[in-house]
């Protein structure tokens, strides 16, 4: 089955979705503190937190929106009913490259943000003994899953609109392809109309 365009939008924006969605949740899971325990030999502070599933949604968040960036780039450039275009062509227009940069930028720092709030998390379940008595058992901070989940969504958007900006590439591409062969065409029947006008000549002297 031939890969489409259309298929491949929906795709990244199934999993840029997903991402928001494993994100959302998470931040709504998540726990706003610990219980601290108060151990007295040695003198420490052991935090219990309750079962949750936030550094588990987290990651699948980050897989999520790992898969949307990857499938976002491939479908740019991906040569569509075998018709390739040379990636400088892309680059030559100046919506696709001034898009193409905000959404590499978008896809890191929504990689970066859903990567820095999980392991923080992740970090605060696992380092749970303290010594500092007054620890009050934390956790990622409130919003930060959340902030990065929508993030994620809006990096997902805009390689959407980075494929359609592509498609017009392509169009335009192929018109001057098109507009190229013709006028070769059109130059040889006139070289060749010249050497025969030339040829009669020669015969009729």
């Given at each position: 089955?031939?890969?489409?365009?259309?298929?491949?939008?929906?795709?990244?924006?199934?999993?840029?979705?997903?991402?928001?969605?494993?994100?959302?949740?998470?931040?709504?899971?998540?726990?706003?503190?610990?219980?601290?325990?108060?151990?007295?030999?040695?003198?420490?502070?052991?935090?219990?937190?309750?079962?949750?599933?936030?550094?588990?949604?987290?990651?699948?968040?980050?897989?999520?929106?790992?898969?949307?960036?990857?499938?976002?780039?491939?479908?740019?450039?991906?040569?569509?009913?075998?018709?390739?275009?040379?990636?400088?062509?892309?680059?030559?227009?100046?919506?696709?490259?001034?898009?193409?940069?905000?959404?590499?930028?978008?896809?890191?720092?929504?990689?970066?943000?859903?990567?820095?709030?999980?392991?923080?998390?992740?970090?605060?379940?696992?380092?749970?003994?303290?010594?500092?008595?007054?620890?009050?058992?934390?956790?990622?901070?409130?919003?930060?899953?959340?902030?990065?989940?929508?993030?994620?969504?809006?990096a997902s958007l805009f390689w959407l609109i980075?494929?359609?900006?592509?498609?017009?590439?392509?169009?335009?591409?192929?018109?001057?392809?098109?507009?190229?062969?013709?006028?070769?065409?059109?130059?040889?029947?006139?070289?060749?109309?010249?050497?025969?006008?030339?040829?009669?000549?020669?015969?009729?002297?």
């Amino acid at each position: 089955m031939a890969i489409d365009i259309k298929t491949m939008a929906t795709t990244v924006a199934v999993f840029g979705v997903l991402s928001l969605l494993f994100g959302v949740i998470a931040e709504n899971k998540k726990p706003a503190f610990g219980n601290p325990e108060i151990q007295t030999s040695p003198l420490r502070v052991i935090c219990n937190y309750p079962s949750d599933p936030t550094v588990v949604l987290g990651f699948l968040s980050i897989a999520s929106l790992t898969t949307s960036v990857v499938l976002g780039y491939y479908s740019v450039f991906y040569p569509y009913n075998s018709t390739s275009v040379p990636y400088y062509v892309f680059f030559r227009s100046i919506p696709f490259f001034v898009f193409f940069l905000i959404t590499m930028g978008l896809s890191m720092l929504g990689e970066g943000m859903l990567t820095w709030v999980t392991i923080t998390e992740l970090l605060h379940l696992t380092n749970n003994v303290h010594k500092d008595m007054k620890t009050t058992c934390p956790t990622a901070k409130t919003g930060l899953f959340g902030g990065a989940a929508f993030m994620a969504l809006n990096a997902s958007l805009f390689w959407l609109i980075c494929l359609m900006l592509a498609g017009d590439v392509r169009k335009d591409y192929f018109v001057e392809q098109g507009d190229s062969k013709a006028q070769v065409f059109i130059t040889d029947d006139d070289d060749d109309d010249k050497k025969q006008q030339s040829h009669n000549e020669e015969v009729m002297y």
